[in-house]
Nanobody
Framework: VQLQAYGGGLVQAGGSLRLSCAAS????????MAWFRQAPGKEREFVAI???????YYADSVKGRFIISRDNAKNTVYLQLNSLKPEDTAVYHC???????????????????WGQGTQVTVSS
C-alpha cells in the first residue's frame, strides 16, 4: 500500500482545510485508516481513525472540529479540519493500520504504511 497525502496549507485561526490521502492497492477497504500529526519538537500523535467497518473515533483535542471520512471506491480517506487553532499546526500523516492489529489504534506502532505528510499551519 502506498499513501499520498495532500491538501495542507496556511490558514487563519477559525478557518478550515480538507486533507486527502490517496491509497494504492486492493486492500484499502479492509484497512483501518487513520490520521496522525506531528508538531515541531513533539511526538507524533493520534488524531482520528476510520475503521474498516465504518465507525470513527477522534482524539479529544479535535473532537467536534475534525471529521474523518473515506471513499472506498476512490481508495481515499479525508480529514476535514474546521475551527482550526494555532495549536493544530503540524505535519499531518495518514496511515494504514497493520492487519492483524497488534497495537492500539492510537499507537504509531500499529500502522505499517504511512503517507509522506502534509503541512498544516494555522496563524493566530
Amino acid at each position: 500500500v502506498q499513501l499520498q497525502a495532500y491538501g495542507g496549507g496556511l490558514v487563519q485561526a477559525g478557518g478550515s482545510l480538507r486533507l486527502s490521502c490517496a491509497a494504492s492497492g486492493r486492500t484499502f477497504s479492509s484497512r483501518d485508516m487513520a490520521w496522525f500529526r506531528q508538531a515541531p519538537g513533539k511526538e507524533r500523535e493520534f488524531v482520528a481513525i476510520s475503521w474498516s467497518g465504518g465507525s470513527t473515533y477522534y482524539a479529544d483535542s479535535v473532537k467536534g472540529r475534525f471529521i474523518i471520512s473515506r471513499d472506498n471506491a476512490k481508495n481515499t480517506v479525508y480529514l476535514q479540519l474546521n475551527s482550526l487553532k494555532p495549536e493544530d499546526t503540524a505535519v499531518y500523516h495518514c496511515a494504514a493500520r497493520a492487519t492483524p492489529a497488534r497495537y492500539g489504534y492510537y499507537s504509531v506502532q500499529g500502522y505499517d504504511y504511512w503517507g509522506q505528510g502534509t503541512q498544516v499551519t494555522v496563524s493566530s
